[in-house]
């Protein structure tokens, strides 16, 4: 059984830096791509950010360009979003998600939350002004 675990999640000042990491129990083959998607209080489930896991191709929300990295590590199995120059409205729950189908993407490059099949618990991000 597909297992994800999000950590990393916290409090931060506008400017600082979190890492996030989602780490992978149980699955067989490797996924076709991973995602981190992000939901602020009465808002939508919005897509930061996709990785292709075999070819490592990457894509973002426009919001999160040029600040927000996300990376893979076979070897540990895990998933990772590195979050610089955080501003409040970055606030929200982050979920990672995974597919082994190539998920349906918008011409962002992002696919939308109902492409994944698995997902994890959820890790809290909170950046005050």
């Known amino acids: 059984q597909v297992q994800l675990v999000e950590s990393g999640g916290g409090s931060v000042q506008a400017g600082g830096s979190l890492r996030l990491s989602c780490a992978v129990f149980?699955?067989?083959?490797?996924?076709?791509?991973m995602a981190w998607f992000r939901q602020a209080p009465g808002k939508g489930r919005e897509a930061v950010a996709l990785i292709y896991t075999n070819t490592e191709r990457t894509a973002y929300a426009d919001s999160v360009k040029g600040r927000f990295t996300i990376s893979q590590d076979n070897a540990k199995n895990t998933l990772y979003l590195q979050m610089n120059s955080l501003k409040p409205e970055d606030t929200a729950m982050y979920y990672c998600?995974?597919?082994?189908?190539?998920?349906?993407?918008?011409?962002?490059?992002?696919?939308?939350?109902?492409?994944?099949?698995?997902w994890g618990q959820g890790t809290q991000v909170t950046v005050s002004s």
């Open positions: 998600a995974a597919t082994y189908s190539r998920p349906s993407t918008a011409v962002t490059g992002l696919a939308p939350a109902y492409e994944y099949k698995y």
């Open positions: 149980g699955y067989t083959y490797s996924f076709n791509s």
